[in-house]
T-cell receptor, first 116, second 115 residues
Framework: KAGVTQTPRYLIKTRGQQVTLSCSPI?????VSWYQQTPGQGLQFLFE???????NKGNFPGRFSGRQFSNSRSEMNVSTLELGDSALYLC???????????????FGPGTRLLVL | AQSVAQPEDQVNVAEGNPLTVKCTYS??????LFWYVQYPNRGLQFLLK????DNLVKGSYGFEAEFNKSQTSFHLKKPSALVSDSALYFC?????????????WGLGTSLAVNP
C-alpha cells in the first residue's frame, strides 16, 4: 500500500506570495492533518480534515487555510507569506474514526518551504 | 489542559548500551500515547502506541515503551542501541474524553548513539 505523498517536496517563495501544498493520504484513510515543524517550536498542529470537513483547528492566523476533496486528498494554502512561515510542512493521514486500533497517524515526507 | 513533556533535549548513549528517552504527559481521561521517530530530512515514522491493555508496549526496530499511570509517563526504551538509532524522537498524547481529539506533541529529543 502506498504511503502518504506530499508535493512539492521543496519550495522557495518570496514574502507576500501565496503557496499551495498538496497531500495524498494512504488509501482508505479519510482524515488528513497538517503540521508545521520548525526547530524552535517543534510540531505545531494546523488543522485536521475528515470527510471534506475541518474537524479541528490549531492556533494559526487565517492566512493558513486548507481543504479536503472527496477522494480525501488535501491541500493547504498560505497567503501573504512571511519569513516566519519558513518551515517543514507535514501531512499525516489516518482512518480518523477514533477507534483504538485505528488511532495512528502516518506521515508524509513533508514539504520544505523557504520564504525569502 | 493537555500537555506532553520531553525533559531532555538530547540524549547521548554508547552503541550497545541501553537507551531511554523520557516522556511525561497530562491529559483528561485515559491517554492514547505514541512514539514517533524522525530521521534527517524525512517525515515522522510511527514506532509504537499505547491505547489500553499491557503496560509494556513493543514496537518497531526493537523499541519498547512502558506506560506508567501513577507517574504519568511513557518512556521509550531499547536494550541495545545502534548508531542507526540516532534521530529525533517525538512523544505524543491524545485524550479520549470529550470532543478534543487533537494529538499533543512533545518538542522532541535528539538521540545520538556513539560508536
Amino acid at each position: 500500500k502506498a504511503g502518504v505523498t506530499q508535493t512539492p517536496r521543496y519550495l522557495i517563495k518570496t514574502r507576500g506570495q501565496q503557496v499551495t501544498l498538496s497531500c495524498s493520504p494512504i488509501s482508505g484513510h479519510r482524515s488528513v492533518s497538517w503540521y508545521q515543524q520548525t526547530p524552535g517550536q517543534g510540531l505545531q498542529f494546523l488543522f485536521e480534515y475528515f470527510s471534506e470537513t475541518q474537524r479541528n483547528k490549531g492556533n494559526f492566523p487565517g492566512r493558513f487555510s486548507g481543504r479536503q476533496f472527496s477522494n480525501s486528498r488535501s491541500e493547504m494554502n498560505v497567503s501573504t507569506l512571511e519569513l516566519g512561515d519558513s518551515a517543514l510542512y507535514l501531512c499525516a493521514s489516518s482512518f480518523g474514526v477514533w477507534r483504538p486500533r485505528d488511532e495512528t497517524q502516518y506521515f508524509g515526507p513533508g514539504t520544505r518551504l523557504l520564504v525569502l | 489542559a493537555q500537555s506532553v513533556a520531553q525533559p531532555e533535549d538530547q540524549v547521548n548513549v554508547a552503541e550497545g548500551n541501553p537507551l531511554t528517552v523520557k516522556c511525561t504527559y497530562s491529559v483528561s481521561g485515559n491517554p492514547y500515547l505514541f512514539w514517533y521517530v524522525q530521521y534527517p530530512n524525512r517525515g515522522l515514522q510511527f514506532l509504537l502506541k499505547y491505547i489500553t491493555g499491557d503496560n509494556l508496549v513493543k514496537g518497531s526496530y526493537g523499541f519498547e515503551a512502558e506506560f506508567n499511570k501513577s507517574q504519568t509517563s511513557f518512556h521509550l526504551k531499547k536494550p541495545s542501541a545502534l548508531v542507526s538509532d540516532s534521530a529525533l524522537y517525538f512523544c505524543a498524547v491524545r485524550g479520549n474524553a470529550g470532543n478534543n481529539r487533537k494529538l499533543i506533541w512533545g518538542l522532541g529529543t535528539s538521540l545520538a548513539v556513539n560508536p
